[in-house]
């Protein structure tokens, strides 16, 4: 029943389920409760008609395991290179054992010179826990990268429901308009942070405006 569930929610992004993943649909459900945050600070928060509109944030150096893929939908590219890294968390690992969920997920993306449109390769990132952040389990998917990501220092805010190409350049225009014009971000490459699974409908995500160094 649960794979069923899980077949809908893919089916929905435009991606078919692979019968291997039911036992990392397993695994990932007995451990739902058990999420760690990916570390950072609040360097500042900033309000608008009295409600939260943006922070500014620091996240520390760490080693994130990732992959690239650039299927013709975004909602794909996340899907598919997803269901790699839940094979990697839950089994197909140098350790051979379960590494633990962390929150949230990354997916960077690039514009178009013209800022219409997504470019189509997607790079979705999961932090590594704690516990291996010095040692990481060796991916045997050789599509899977360890990398070590510099320190990053985001403006940040908070959006819900479903990530389309639609919602995410409607998300980075929000933003922009808050902000105002600057130079101190990037404006070619964004993030979209992950915070819940893709089958809870109004989950929790947010955009990242990445800050120059």
């Known amino acids: 029943r649960l794979f069923a569930h899980w077949e809908a929610v893919a089916s929905t992004h435009r991606v078919s389920l692979p019968r291997d993943m039911a036992g990392p649909i397993v695994q990932m459900s007995r451990h ?18 009295e409600e939260a509109a943006y922070e500014e944030r620091q996240y520390p150096a760490g080693k994130w395991a990732c992959v690239t893929k650039g299927e013709p939908m975004y909602e794909q590219s996340v ?3 997803f269901m ?4 990697y968390i839950c089994k197909e690992n140098s350790v051979g054992c379960y590494l633990g969920m962390t929150v949230p997920v990354l997916n960077e993306i690039h ?7 997504l470019e189509r390769e997607v790079v979705t990132a999961y932090y ?3 516990e291996f952040q010095q040692t990481p389990p060796v991916p045997t998917d050789p599509e899977i990268h360890i990398t070590e990501r510099a320190p990053l220092r985001v403006i940040t805010r908070v ?11 409607r998300e980075i225009g929000l933003l922009w ?3 105002g014009s600057t130079d101190a971000v990037l404006r070619e490459t964004y993030i979209v942070a992950v915070y819940q699974n893709p089958s809870i409908p109004q989950r929790r995500n947010e ?7």
């Open 177 to 179: 308009e808050l902000l």
């Open 32 to 49: 739902s409760q058990a999420r760690e945050p990916v570390p950072y600070v609040t360097l500042s928060q900033h309000e608008k008609c």
């Open 128 to 130: 590594l826990p704690g």
């Open 84 to 87: 790699k890294l839940m094979r």
């Open 111 to 117: 514009l178009t010179k013209e800022g219409t449109e």
């Open 79 to 81: 899907s598919m290179s």
């Open 159 to 169: 959006f819900y429901g479903m990530t389309t190409e639609e919602t995410i350049l």
């Open 207 to 213: 955009i990242w405006f990445i800050c120059r160094a």
